[in-house]
């Protein structure tokens, strides 16, 4: 670092040092870096960023996967099954133990790729100002010397001595501990000043908690404050979420009960039926192998693992993974309203002033268009309170526009943006910046919705621009300007001019100035606040999205009620309201109304109104509230450092990922890659699926379990000889479960998941409906294990051909079973059922070859005392698969019928 400081002050601290010297320190003009010369600091210094936590080792992750009760079960069997002598039951146990831990490993370990590349994904941002304008880069590419601008809810991209700052307050907590905001200011302060007491500084890793402010980048990566007190960052988020904690405590009950049960059918294998101990013990063993659903857990995590890819692949980006199970259930999602449901593509169509209505052509940013009146083209400078309207828009005004190829756009605020567009059709110069320029602002913010800022001529006459919301500036302002000089205000000509403006949908700003004593350098709110004279209006469109439109209705069909929170005038919001679709557009709540309700006032307002005008972001909070006391589950989205309150609050707190503070995306359990809401429609689709899909490997494995489970205890218990023997079960576990069971977790969303109503947020996994299917599968299983077995030993086939059809029974039962569980309510028998996918076709092709090769292949024949099995045989097999769908899909269609009706949906 020393290399880049002139070293003219390098033996005072920075935050010792004077603005101009800091700035001097770091060859940094107040223009910025020249872009050469960060690109060879850059390679100087090193990437901004700390040294990530060092990954577990693949073999550490490998062993973690035995690290399971249901493993070690099994493993203590295959250790006395080999200590009896039995290496071929052995070898086969070990066998299920390790495919399994093999899947688990090599899915896991691509779900932790999938969690990696979307952490990156969220990587955040800096906004520096390099050789005059400002951009926006990736906070690893600062380098020293480079100029940072802060705004409320950045955090902060590296150490920084400040030199320029507006109410700026910084929550230090990541490095001190302290989580009351700290007042910032350039003033240097003494040189041994404590970590906490450094107030000219804003440290790497702390978040701005209010106001704004710029610095220059003293330290980066490692050389920072926080980079000496952590050296390390990331922590491993386990792949887990609530309801797979539930399904791992549910595993370890299970096999308890299946241990017991097991010790049971032993004693009485012994004791009641004559059994050798060690015939029994082996049986017994193959029992609690096949009752063990030693799958089920990685399965699980493998299904949430893909529907958080297919998510990111919609850009939604998931942080929290609970989120993922949540979104299923959610019933209510409140959203913004611009850059959310409009395209946060603005254009100035209209302007007003005392001097009558303006149209302004163009299209987009591009600065090139028309002021037209009457059909004619109007030169603004004939037109004064026109002129001075948008020379006001150019200077109230931090964005900048920027030819990129064909197209124009915006640095900045896209609101802005389009100002600036239409100040250079009125023939304003973007130099006009420097020619007037700025000594002192006060920030737009959602809370006060305006902006200010005090510009100097060469004459040294000062003025300050406002502009902001227009029934705040009506209040603020007294006199308005007419064509020749001012004139006192109109306030309710204004009133009605707004509402003409906002009731065809588009969004109205109010301009005014104000002259300010020659000396003055700084103002403050009190000066802002009265006695300025109003300039205009101007309308801006924001039409709203396509895609909006239909993902509004698709969550309308899903039974999920879309609520519009904004910042925006109440006739604006409603006509964009009633452009979406949304259901109770007309009747608009306005954030006063929502500011003294008794309860149950707001919790009506909140359940009632689907339009919520000139909020604040506390009104957000008190919503989520009054509709999480109604019962409701639902999603939030937020941008500013204001809204982290309700993200954190509401069940799924969605921030946006373009336009959202860093603040707001830390607080968020899910963040829009592109801030769309069609995007959440999409992650509320995905995390239905993901929840069926755990539902279905679920209702699909148990009842295999259950089934294989059942076939041995009803022959011990009913003195039959055993229709498989303990190898053998333990063979169809291990090819099944690695196969079948997997191609359930990669199953897309059900056609009709967006048109049943959200799940109840307490139903439990195992559903009433989930646990008689189980039960009910498992029966049939048996029946028709049972069938073959003594069908074939009444032609008189030898033992050993009858287990060999009664295990390929059993598979092509659960490849069968496979079809019908993956469509809950509806019938498999259509066309996409049949197909399947691409995961169940390998899958099913897979099993077949094993079974192929189990049957025929003469290694195995000795291994596992099978027999070939003939062409007849081999068909009534896959008949009693085909016949096992009747009874299933009998019972899906009894369970409509009964949905219907008790007049439900269509969920028995
Ligand atoms: P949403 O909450 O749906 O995103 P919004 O962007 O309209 O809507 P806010 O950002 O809170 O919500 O803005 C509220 C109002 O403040 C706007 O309607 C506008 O009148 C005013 N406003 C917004 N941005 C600025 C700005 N940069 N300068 C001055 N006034 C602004």
Not at 591 to 596: F, Q
Request: proline share 5%.
């Amino acid at each position: 670092m020393e290399s880049d400081r002139t070293g003219a002050a390098a033996d005072r601290p920075w935050h010792a040092l004077a603005v101009d010297e800091a700035l001097r320190d770091f060859v940094t003009g107040r223009d910025g870096l020249e872009d050469s010369e960060a690109v060879r600091r850059l390679a100087a210094h090193g990437p901004n960023r700390l040294p990530a936590a060092k990954p577990r080792s693949a073999f550490r992750r490998f062993l973690a996967q035995f690290d399971n009760l249901l493993i070690y079960v099994l493993l203590a069997a295959a250790a006395i099954t080999l200590a009896l002598g039995h290496v071929i039951d052995a070898g086969v146990i070990l066998g299920v133990v390790i495919i399994n831990a093999v899947v688990g490993f090599v899915q896991e370990g691509r779900a932790e790729q999938a969690l990696d590349a979307i952490r990156s994904m969220l990587a955040p941002q800096a906004s520096v100002v390099r050789g005059g304008p400002r951009l926006t880069v990736a906070a690893e590419e600062l380098v020293p010397g480079d100029l940072v601008l802060l705004e409320a809810g950045d955090r902060v991209p590296a150490d920084l001595r400040l030199i320029r700052s507006r109410n700026l307050r910084i929550e230090e907590a990541a490095l001190t501990g302290e989580s009351v905001p700290v007042e910032k200011a350039p003033v240097p302060v003494a040189a041994d000043a404590p970590l906490g007491d450094r107030s000219s500084m804003a440290f790497s890793g702390t978040l701005v908690a209010a106001g704004s402010g710029a610095g220059v980048v003293v330290g980066t990566g490692t050389a920072t404050e926080i980079g000496r007190v952590s050296a390390l960052v990331g922590t491993v988020e386990k792949l887990t979420t609530p309801l797979l904690r539930q399904m791992d405590t549910f595993a370890r009950r299970l096999t308890a009960v299946i241990l017991g049960g097991a010790a049971a059918v032993f004693a009485f294998a012994v004791l009641a039926r004559d059994y050798a101990a060690e015939d029994a013990f082996l049986t017994v063993v193959g029992l609690a192998v096949a009752a063990i659903p030693e799958g089920l857990p990685a399965v699980m995590t493998i299904a949430l693992a893909i529907g958080v890819r297919r998510m990111a692949a919609r850009n939604a980006i998931v942080r929290r993974l609970p989120a993922v199970e949540t979104l299923g259930s959610v019933s209510v999602i409140c959203t913004d309203k611009t850059g959310t449901l409009t395209r946060n593509e603005m254009t100035v169509r209209a302007v007003v002033t005392t001097a009558g209505s303006f149209a302004v052509t163009g299209v987009g940013y591009e600065p090139r268009g028309a002021i037209r009146r009457d059909e004619e083209d109007v030169d603004p400078a004939t037109h004064p309170p026109l002129a001075e309207l948008a020379r006001a828009a150019l200077l109230c005004n931090d964005a900048a526009l920027r030819q990129v190829g064909d197209g124009w756009v915006v640095e900045g605020d896209p609101m802005e943006g389009a100002l600036v567009a239409f100040a250079r059709k009125a023939g304003l110069e973007p130099e006009l910046r420097r020619h007037l320029p700025r000594t002192d602002e006060i920030p737009f913010d959602a809370q006060y919705r305006f902006m200010a800022t005090l510009h100097h001529g060469h004459d040294g006459g000062g003025f300050l621009c406002v502009k902001g919301a227009p029934e705040r500036l009506l209040a603020m302002c007294d006199r308005q300007r007419g064509a020749a000089d001012d004139e006192p205000l109109d306030r309710d000509a204004w009133r009605a001019r707004v509402e003409a403006l906002a009731a065809e949908g588009q969004r109205v700003l109010a301009l005014a100035t104000k002259p300010m004593p020659a000396g003055r350098r700084d103002f403050t709110f009190a000066d802002a606040e009265g006695g300025l004279t109003l300039l205009g209006l101007v309308g801006l469109i924001d039409p709203p999205r396509e895609e909006a439109i239909a993902a509004v209705r698709d969550c309308q069909a899903a039974g999920i009620r879309v609520k519009m929170i904004t910042g925006d005038h109440a006739a604006t919001a409603r006509t964009i309201a009633g452009q979406l679709g949304l259901e109770n557009a007309r009747d608009a709540v306005t954030g006063r109304e929502l500011d003294n309700p008794s309860e149950p006032e707001l919790r009506r307002a909140a359940r009632a109104a689907d339009v919520f005008a000139r909020t604040s972001p506390e009104h957000k909070l008190r919503l989520v509230q009054a509709l999480q006391a109604e019962g409701t589950v639902l999603a939030m989205t937020g941008d500013g450092v204001n809204d982290a309150p309700a993200l954190k609050r509401a069940d799924v707190g969605i921030a946006m990922g373009r336009k959202g503070t860093e603040a707001a995306k830390e607080a968020a359990e899910m963040v829009l890659a592109d801030d769309n809401f069609a995007s959440i429609a999409a992650a509320v689709r995905e995390g239905r699926a993901v929840y069926d899909n755990l539902k279905k490997v679920i209702a699909w494995t148990l009842p295999t379990n259950g089934g294989e489970s059942l076939i041995i205890i009803a022959a011990i218990l009913l003195g039959f000889t055993l229709p498989l023997t303990p190898v053998q079960i333990l063979w169809i576990n291990m090819v099944t479960a690695a196969t079948l069971g997997i191609a359930l977790a990669f199953e897309p969303p059900e056609p009709d998941v967006m048109r049943r109503p959200p799940r109840a947020a307490r139903e439990p996994l195992l559903s009433g409906l989930l646990v008689w299917r189980i039960v009910f599968t498992s029966v049939l299983f048996v029946i028709g294990a049972f069938g073959m077995f003594f069908w074939a030993l009444q032609r008189g086939l030898p033992l050993e051909a009858a287990r060999t059809i009664v295990v390929n029974t059993i598979v092509v039962m659960e490849i069968f079973y496979l079809f019908s569980v993956r469509y809950q309510y509806r019938t498999s028998f259509t066309r996409e059922g049949v197909l399947g996918t691409r995961a169940v076709l390998l899958a099913v092709a897979a099993v077949t070859a094993l079974q192929f090769l189990f049957t025929y292949a003469p290694v195995m024949q000795a291994l596992f005392e099978t027999r070939p099995v003939a062409f007849r045989d081999g068909l009534a097999i896959v008949l009693v698969g085909v016949a096992l769908l009747v009874p299933l899909e009998l019972e899906k269609l009894v369970g409509r019928c009964l949905g219907r009706l008790r007049g439900h949906d269509h969920r028995a």
